[in-house]
């Protein structure tokens, strides 16, 4: 009894320490995945590579890269860790019972659970059971069972689909409808003939011609819970009686089935029964194969030898080498049994097999069937099939620690070469780009351009500011037409009254003195508003000379590339592309020097207009200069009066702005040569033109586009390399200590 305590504790020990492997190697499996992302990106970026680069050597360096293998092995290992993460976050040790078609698999199950033929299906006469149970000892229940239903999707993909391909049928159908309203083709003719295709094809009948009973079915929910009376509904073909006359198990993935075993001590396990092989049903062996792989910690294989004389047979060695391959990380004689059924005379359907069962026992060996023990037993006896339960459970108690440790390691240590191959290719993906650039790239040629840039800068913006010494004195062209616009103007609109509106103004005032003062003032206003035109002029002026500076920085100095903005506004954006600091800690004398330049105006107000304004003030009520009316004023005096103060003002103002005509002319000489002062002649100016130019050279010369084009392909390329390279870190990859 202690004994049996103490293995129940022992499997429960062993499935929570399972736990955290579980944790570990899901961790492992997402990292496996960012892995894969990461070659993939690099893949692609070097398929991009070698449509780009015109290098021979660097494309046969790039050849070489080859990720294909690497991504096949990823795909490989992230199943083969699937199936290990699902094999450690179960519940239960699961014991699975293999075997092929009326060889006793279903009464072994019988005296083993406790469970009935109603649930567990022992039909006398053909396959019976039809789905795939697990069947969970649990101590505190009473018996109830768990459906899982395929979906609509998973059923054509998973148990239809399969048939079409197998049996060259045509096209999937797509949905269930078009799989229910379509008529099955025949079989192609060069097969028809053959025993195996034709009952495969008779069992996709069966699924097409009953699919109004049991359609229904792929549409609910999962799991579903049932009743213990019910459960052979869902997992027989046929009745207790033999009739064949239940569907639903075609719509089955799987059910479990809980109750209380016999050997109330067995502790946490599960007994895995799978359909009998042997059938024709398509896909069988393949969910055989997949439930063994990932679900399944020890084998059963039964066998029940014909009394009338028995051997190792063809099938036999089939199964067992399908199982095999079933978990190649595991060999399968370390966590199977050969259960040989030996059944005694009274069992009508075979007599006395014991001899027979000798004979196999004697043989398997020289068959290669490897298993841990081969063992008789009389699946029937429920007293036998216990002590048998009991030697599989002991030996896993033992056993399965070292058989985790096996299996996790062979994963581990593909996992590790998978490392090592990773990095072989990233080695060489490292070197392929090697001469693409040097290791200072175009430093030489930086500075050669440099040198040609700072001689032919300082060469043309001289060449300007000689011109503009020249011209200094030089009556500038735009501000003297602007000024005789403006007198014109002024000439033409005086806004002088007429001799009735004098009369009617004479009569509003109440006199013609008071009408005269106003419109002394209303003249002076309008007149001097005229003169604000001038401000277009010195702009006009101001803009041309900052435009012949642009145009030199634009055409001489390469500086085009930096803005698509052209005359005044190149000023401006030049100054703004400037950072505050060029050298640190230092204001930028460059970025001062440009926006200096930027915000230099001429204007009306600052230039011109208080020397217009003394010039009006015979248009100013009560100044001294200021023509007077007679006595008695009429309407006649007033008119002369305001023409010919209005008259004189203009021709006061024209000698001031005539004295004006070369002040844009000089103030252009002065701000220019100012901003030469400011980006050429200051002290490290030179420097803080490297380094502004070193920053945007690929804006400025041609060459260095070229050159920045294969820094970035580098750059991002030494990216991608990198991502890969921190997803192949060998510490994400470890699931084992």
């Known amino acids: 009894m202690y004994a049996t305590i103490n293995r129940t504790q022992r499997i429960a020990s062993i499935i929570e320490k399972r736990r955290p492997l579980a944790e570990k190697i899901q961790g492992v499996e997402a990292n496996l995945r960012s892995l894969s992302s990461a070659l993939h990106y690099l893949e692609d970026h070097r398929n991009q590579l070698l449509t780009t680069v015109d290098d021979q050597n660097i494309c046969e360096s790039l050849q070489k890269i080859d990720f294909t293998a690497i991504q096949i092995s990823i795909a490989n290992e992230l199943i083969a860790l699937g199936k290990l993460q699902i094999r450690f976050c179960r519940d239960t040790l699961n014991i699975g019972v293999v075997g092929r078609a009326r060889q006793g698999k279903s009464r072994l199950l019988q005296s083993l659970t406790g469970l009935t033929a109603a649930e567990i299906p022992d039909g006398d006469r053909q396959h019976c059971t039809g789905v795939r149970s697990t069947i969970q000892h649990n101590l505190r229940v009473d018996t109830y069972g768990e459906v899982w239903f395929y979906s609509e999707q998973s059923f054509l993909d998973e148990v239809?689909?399969?048939?079409?391909?197998?049996?060259?049928?045509?096209?999937?159908?797509?949905?269930?409808?078009?799989?229910?309203?379509?008529?099955?083709?025949?079989?192609?003719?060069?097969?028809?003939?053959?025993?195996?295709?034709?009952?495969?094809?008779?069992?996709?009948?069966?699924?097409?011609?009953?699919?109004?009973?049991?359609?229904?079915?792929?549409?609910?929910?999962?799991?579903?819970?049932?009743?213990?009376?019910?459960?052979?509904?869902?997992?027989?073909?046929?009745?207790?009686?033999?009739?064949?006359?239940?569907f639903n198990y075609l719509a089955v993935r799987e059910v479990k089935i809980v109750c209380h075993f016999p050997n109330a001590d067995v502790g946490k396990i599960a007994l895995v029964d799978m359909p009998g092989l042997g059938d024709t049903g398509v896909g069988d062996e393949d969910r055989m194969m997949r439930t063994l792989g990932q679900d399944i910690d020890?084998?059963?294989?039964?066998?029940?030898?014909?009394?009338?004389?028995?051997?190792?047979?063809?099938?036999?060695?089939?199964?067992?080498?399908?199982?095999?391959?079933?978990?190649?990380?595991?060999?399968l004689e370390l966590w199977s049994f050969m259960v040989l059924n030996q059944t005694d005379a009274n069992y009508l359907k075979n007599g006395d097999n014991s001899n027979n069962c000798q004979d196999l026992a004697g043989d398997i060996a020289r068959q290669h069937i490897n298993v841990c023990e081969c063992l008789t037993v009389n699946c029937a006896n429920s007293e036998e099939a216990n002590k048998l339960l009991d030697q599989?459970?002991?030996?896993?108690?033992?056993?399965?620690?070292?058989?985790?440790?096996?299996?996790?390691?062979?994963?581990?240590?593909?996992?590790?070469?998978?490392?090592?191959?990773?990095?072989?290719?990233?080695?060489?993906?490292?070197?392929a780009l090697g001469k693409l650039t040097d290791s200072d790239p175009g430093n030489t040629l930086f500075e050669m351009k440099f040198k040609e840039f700072w001689g032919g800068l300082k060469n043309e913006l001289e060449k300007l500011l000689k011109e503009l010494r020249q011209k200094r004195e030089a009556e500038d062209t735009n501000f003297k037409q602007q000024v005789e616009a403006t007198l014109e103007t002024c000439r033409n609109d005086t806004e002088i009254p007429t001799i009735e509106e004098i009369e009617k103004r004479n009569n509003q005032d109440g006199g013609y003195g008071i009408a005269y003062g106003n419109y002394l003032n209303e003249i002076r206003a309008h007149l001097s508003k005229h003169f604000l035109s001038l401000d277009e002029g010195l702009k006009r002026s101001l803009d041309q000379v900052k435009s012949q500076v642009a145009e030199v920085l634009i055409e001489k100095a390469s500086l085009g590339g930096l803005t698509e903005a052209r005359g005044v506004e190149f000023i401006k954006a030049i100054a703004e592309q400037l950072p505050e600091q060029l050298i640190s800690g230092k204001a930028s004398e460059l970025k001062f020097g440009f926006q200096m330049l930027a915000d230099f105006e001429l204007s009306y107000r600052g230039l011109i207009q208080h020397r217009i304004r003394q010039h009006l003030d015979g248009l100013t009520p009560n100044e001294a200069v200021t023509l007077q009316l007679a006595t008695p004023p009429n309407a006649q005096q007033v008119l002369l009066n305001l023409k010919t103060a209005h008259t004189e003002a203009i021709y006061k103002c024209e000698k001031p702005l005539e004295d004006l005509l070369c002040e844009p002319s000089q103030a252009a000489f002065a701000i220019v040569e100012e901003f030469l002062d400011r980006i050429l002649r200051v002290a490290d100016l030179d420097i803080e033109w490297r380094i502004f130019l070193r920053q945007v050279r690929s804006q400025v010369w041609d060459e260095f586009k070229i050159l920045a084009e294969q820094t970035r392909i580098q750059g991002k390329w030494i990216n991608a390399i990198e991502q890969v390279t921190v997803a192949n870190n060998l510490k994400l990859i470890q699931f084992l200590n």
């Open 160 to 246: 239809i689909s399969p048939y079409y391909e197998k049996l060259y049928l045509g096209a999937k159908p797509i949905t269930i409808t078009e799989f229910a309203s379509n008529p099955l083709l025949p079989l192609p003719n060069n097969i028809s003939g053959y025993a195996e295709p034709r009952a495969m094809y008779e069992h996709l009948t069966r699924y097409h011609k009953n699919l109004d009973k049991y359609r229904h079915l792929l549409r609910e929910p999962s799991p579903r819970r049932i009743s213990k009376d019910e459960i052979r509904e869902y997992v027989a073909q046929d009745t207790s009686d033999g009739q064949r006359v239940f």
């Open 298 to 331: 020890a084998a059963l294989f039964v066998r029940m030898p014909k009394s009338s004389g028995d051997h190792w047979g063809d099938v036999d060695v089939r199964l067992y080498d399908t199982s095999r391959a079933a978990l190649v990380d595991l060999p």
């Open 392 to 431: 599989v459970l002991d030996y896993l108690a033992r056993k399965i620690t070292d058989l985790d440790q096996k299996y996790a390691f062979s994963c581990q240590q593909r996992l590790m070469e998978l490392q090592s191959e990773v990095n072989s290719e990233l080695e060489k993906a490292n070197k």
